[in-house]
């Protein structure tokens, strides 16, 4: 049975693709098949736009507090069908927030500006930053675009950042990331109208 949705903690999250650009040196996806007791995130195929509604149906949104799109992929490999998802989860509760987990290469995915798209159906996206520097980017996250990544991901971030209420850009701390490259980031987020988030290192 493929693990669709799966909760951590205080929220629901939807798992659509193991389809992801980078191939991130520290990604939990090396570590093992899942995470937080959730169970194997590895899809045997992608599932459907039905599927994956109805699989949201079992859930008790009360009793949680946001619906993220992050599994062992990146969700916006599959922007029609997440989008999709998120227009009827805000049909059903307009009030539920809805958040994306990205790498910021949407663009780049899906070969146009996509983060006007994200308004009136996300509340928040949280874009991995990873580093102030474009070099250990490439070396770090290893996106198949190659130098385009970086720029087009910050790009993204700036774009998200005037349409929706909330961006969040995360590193990962120590030993990842030293305290003074968390300082760098910091102001690379902010001056994109983003907030800096440092996720710890679970490795």
């Excluded at 098949?33 to 736009?49: A, C, F, N, Q």
């Excluded at 969700?75 to 805000?90: G, Q």
Aim: charged share 25%; net charge neutral.
């Amino acid at each position: 049975m493929m693990n669709i949705t799966y909760n951590v903690r205080q929220a629901v999250y939807v798992n659509l693709t193991n389809r992801c650009p980078c191939a991130c040196t520290f990604c939990l996806r090396s570590n093992g098949p899942g995470v937080h007791g959730s169970g194997s995130l590895w899809l045997d195929r992608e599932p459907r736009l039905d599927e994956v509604i109805a699989d949201l149906g079992k859930w008790d949104y009360r009793t949680y507090r946001e619906v993220v799109f992050c599994g062992y992929g990146e969700p916006t490999e599959r922007l029609d069908t997440m989008l999709a998802v998120a227009a009827h989860l805000k049909k059903q509760d307009p009030a539920l927030r809805i958040r994306v987990n990205t790498n910021g290469l949407s663009d780049l995915i899906n070969g146009r500006r996509t983060a006007p798209l994200f308004a009136n159906a996300v509340d928040c996206v949280s874009i991995s930053l990873n580093t102030d520097d474009p070099a250990e980017y490439l070396a770090v996250c290893r996106p198949r675009f190659g130098e385009a990544a970086y720029p087009a991901m910050l790009a993204f971030a700036r774009e998200a950042a005037a349409v929706l209420p909330e961006v969040v850009m995360t590193v990962v701390g120590e030993p990842v990331t030293s305290l003074a490259k968390q300082a760098r980031c910091k102001a690379v987020a902010e001056s994109l109208g983003a907030r800096l988030r440092v996720r710890p290192y679970e490795g």
